[in-house]
């Protein structure tokens, strides 16, 4: 059978799987009080995720470093106790990955000699071979990670540099120490001998320059240096940047030889507001309310006619109808997603489909021919389990279709084509928004599989387009009293565990409550079919174990009712997720959450925002940080 057309946008470069960049990077040369910029910019990427942060400043040729463990507020603490004046310097937040969370292992690094810093994003994969040596040259290694050999490197390779004629020496000697590193770095370096340089270096980790009126900005990402400038440079791998108070020189190899470029500026023009709260207490409710019109900006331009057009995904309707197997390959609250579009490309397709966490599927040999659809859906586009995931499904000569929330992401890169699901940027690490987006994306994607294969009729399909636009009003409902959901989180709170159930569409919706509920809440939480519950959750159910089931009206609603009742007749506190006007369902449940009636295929789309706002509500009561809980990142770069 003939295959699906391949993109020719796919590179692989192998060191990419072990790229991390969950850290962040900021750096600033320039007329303002540098420690002031650092703290900001440092704010700016703690949604991240994040357990230690420092930052060095240059003054007058000395350099000063402060690294904290925890909050970034802690680090600025220390900063105002002692003052740190100075104009130049970098800042860095870290997520431990070589040695734990500590003052000692938090970055900035310095040299011995504590005249050179430097802050690393990245895995430096022989960092054991080049510790060795440095050590047995004498160099005094005070921390156990990886990225510290660097700064010793460049204080090996600082002299030799100033020995010679041409480009600055700090510029060379990070040339110099590069050539040495194998795995991913996004490097910022200040020194003592150049107190208003920031020389700036990266490979696989993603590094951005920026020019404004009072000075020079560095960062691992764009949103900590937006206040100041929009005009950026994205750093490409291999390339060195000098940034000073008034001038930004770019540098590539060319041979043995650094030579400048004219660097191309790239215009940011998101709203500043994605990075504010506007008025809402966190990032998770202020991207929560935004879902309708997550939603609505998702499905704009999609209808043509009476067809759903997706020209993204590159392929003939012809084509689309060879499509015999979908296998959609996520994580976490992508997976979910995942679950959810599964109903509805076998259901409205008749296509076969699989839904798989990327860590399984890469590491299994999963059937795969040229007429095989793989589904990689991923928020950050950087999910270091996805992308491998997608390439290993490339190789395997799949047809590779991205979900992504991020332009120009790794995923929206390596993949054949790419749908971007409008979320705009999340800052609350628990995704909410951009778990919407990618719902509405899925299902767009399983209409237009339903229409190449011919499964569906013109009017049907628009009106199911019609029927899915409304969802966006029926959040909004959800969104306007959340009394019953605090009352039920209320009952909640200090629970041990909870368990979440639910059938068909419920299913899914129940996993992803359960995922909310324990990410932001550390409240244990369990989730199951609910037909599932006799063959062993139901033993957990005692006096006063939550049970939130999901009960909305579907064609297995009376079977869900039976099992909310045996875990009430056991004594569980009964939450049911139900349909307005669904009185009946009282009679059954502790607390009722009422959703607005709707389709049963969209009713993840309005069920699982009730579910959102339950879970930061038990996560607030229990006094947790709703928008960065402990452990998590943002990204998930590492396997
Ligand atoms: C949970 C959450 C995570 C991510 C997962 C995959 O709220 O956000 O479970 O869904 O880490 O991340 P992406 O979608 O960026 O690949």
């Known amino acids: 059978m003939k295959g699906l057309p391949r993109?020719?946008?796919?590179?692989?470069t192998?060191?990419?799987?072990?790229?991390?960049t969950m850290c962040g990077i900021v750096g600033y040369t320039g007329t303002r009080q540098a420690c002031e910029v650092l703290?900001?910019?440092l704010s700016r990427l703690e949604y991240r995720g994040y357990d230690s942060a420092g930052i060095a400043v240059q003054h007058g040729g000395a350099m000063e470093v402060i690294c904290r463990t925890g909050r970034v507020s802690q680090l600025r603490s220390s900063v105002e106790a002692v003052g740190v004046p100075g104009t130049c310097g970098i800042g860095h937040t870290r997520w431990a990955t070589h040695g734990r969370p500590s003052e000692a292992n938090a970055h900035p690094h310095t040299s011995c000699d504590g005249r050179i810093a430097v802050v690393h994003n990245g895995i430096i994969e022989n960092f054991n071979e080049i510790r060795e040596r440095l050590a047995a040259a004498g160099h005094d290694l005070r921390s156990q990670t990886d990225s510290e050999v660097v700064a010793h490197l460049i204080e090996e390779a600082y002299p030799r540099a100033c020995a010679k004629e041409g480009t600055d020496a700090l510029v060379r000697a990070v040339a110099d120490t590069v050539e040495q590193l194998s795995g991913s770095y996004a490097l910022a370096v200040i020194c003592d001998d150049e107190p208003d340089a920031i020389v700036c270096a990266r490979k696989d980790s993603p590094l951005v320059v920026g020019m404004a009126?009072?000075?020079a900005y560095v960062a691992s990402d764009v949103i900590a240096m937006l206040d100041a400038t929009r005009d950026i440079v994205v750093l490409a791998d291999g390339q060195i940047a000098r940034c000073t108070p008034d001038a930004l020189t770019c540098f590539a190899r060319c041979g043995d030889d650094l030579r400048t470029f004219d660097a191309q500026t790239t215009h940011i023009d998101w709203d500043m507001d994605v990075a504010e709260k506007t008025g809402y207490p966190d990032f998770m409710l202020k991207e929560i309310h935004e879902q309708p019109r997550v939603i609505r900006d998702t499905l704009a331009g999609r209808l043509v006619g009476n067809s759903i057009q997706i020209d993204e995904l590159q392929l003939t309707p012809e084509e689309l109808n060879l499509i015999d197997r979908v296998y959609i390959i996520a994580c976490g609250t992508s997976y979910h997603?995942?679950?959810?579009?599964k109903n509805l490309i076998e259901g409205w397709a008749r296509i076969p489909c699989e839904v798989e966490v990327a860590s399984e599927f890469r590491y299994r040999n999963p059937i795969i021919t040229p007429t095989t659809l793989v589904v990689a859906v991923s928020q950050s586009g950087e999910t270091a389990d996805t992308l491998a995931a997608i390439r290993d499904a490339r190789v395997k000569g799949a047809r590779v279709f991205g979900i992504t929330n991020v332009i120009g992401s790794p995923v929206a890169r390596e993949a054949d084509g790419v749908i971007y699901t409008k979320a705009?940027?999340?800052i609350a690490v628990a995704s909410t928004k951009s778990f919407l987006g990618q719902v509405v994306s899925l299902t767009l994607l399983a209409l237009v599989l339903a229409q190449a294969k011919g499964k569906m009729t013109s009017g049907h399909i628009r009106q199911l387009y019609t029927e899915l636009a409304n969802t966006a009003e029926l959040v909004?409902?959800?969104?306007?009293?959340?009394?019953?959901?605090?009352?039920?989180?209320h009952a909640c709170t200090d629970a041990a565990s909870a368990l979440f159930i639910g059938r068909g569409m419920g299913a899914a919706v129940a996993h992803e409550g359960a995922l909310k509920l324990k990410e932001i809440s550390y409240l244990h939480t369990e989730s199951y079919a609910a037909g599932e519950m006799k063959h062993g959750p139901i033993a957990l159910i005692d006096e006063g174990f939550p049970v939130i089931a999901i009960a909305t009206r579907s064609a297995v609603y009376d079977k869900v009712v039976s099992n909310l009742q045996e875990a009430r007749a056991r004594g569980a506190v009964v939450v049911a997720l139900a349909t307005e006007g669904d009185e009946d369902i009282r009679a059954h449940a502790d607390h009722v959450l009422?959703?607005?009636?709707v389709r049963d295929a969209f009713s993840p789309i309005v069920a699982s925002v009730p579910l959102q706002l339950f879970a930061r509500s038990v996560a607030l009561a229990r006094g947790c940080d709703v928008d960065q809980p402990r452990n998590l990142a943002k990204s998930v770069t590492v396997e």
């Open 7 to 12: 993109g020719a946008s796919f590179t692989m």
């Open 14 to 20: 192998h060191t990419q799987t072990k790229g991390e």
């Open 39 to 41: 703290l900001e910019g």
């Open 213 to 215: 009126e009072d000075g």
């Open 337 to 341: 997603a995942g679950l959810i579009a």
């Open 424 to 426: 705009n940027k999340e």
């Open 476 to 489: 909004e409902r959800v969104l306007e009293d959340t009394t019953a959901i605090d009352e039920a989180a």
């Open 594 to 597: 009422f959703i607005p009636p």
